[in-house]
Nanobody
Framework: QVQLVESGGGLVQAGGSLRLSCAAS????????MGWFRQAPGKEREFVAV????????YYADSVKGRFTISRDNAKNTVYLQMNSLKPEDTAVYYC???????????????????WGQGTQVTVSS
């Protein structure tokens, strides 16, 4: 079992920044990758970013590329999502997710992930 707890959401004006955190506990040694997804009201959950737990660069959705940065601190078992130049369309509940083993669905697919956090609300005002 892996437990995930997100924090750092809030209300920000367009053009502002927020940093989300996702603290993992439990069987963190078995994590393969950590991803961030988001879901706006009335819309499907969509991929935002992913990072391999052992190393490497992040991979991003086109809609956030150049504005968001995913990073990890293995010593703290925490993944971060730095969000800059925020837009009203970034408003959503943001979820982190843990993938324990690559199942081949694609790291941008929600079905690939084994565990999910409870989500944190991000609201960007215009």
């Amino acid at each position: 079992q892996v437990q995930l707890v997100e924090s750092g959401g809030g209300l920000v004006q367009a053009g502002g920044s927020l940093r989300l955190s996702c603290a993992a506990s439990g069987r963190t040694f078995s994590i393969y990758a950590m991803g961030w997804f988001r879901q706006a009201p009335g819309k499907e959950r969509e991929f935002v970013a992913v990072i391999n737990w052992s190393g490497g660069n992040g991979y991003y959705a086109d809609s956030v590329k150049g504005r968001f940065t995913i990073s990890r601190d293995n010593a703290k078992n925490t993944v971060y999502l730095q969000m800059n130049s925020l837009k009203p369309e970034d408003t959503a509940v943001y979820y982190c997710a843990a993938d324990l083993s690559y199942y081949g669905l694609g790291l941008d697919k929600a079905g690939e992930y084994d565990y999910w956090g409870q989500g944190t609300q991000v609201t960007v005002s215009s």
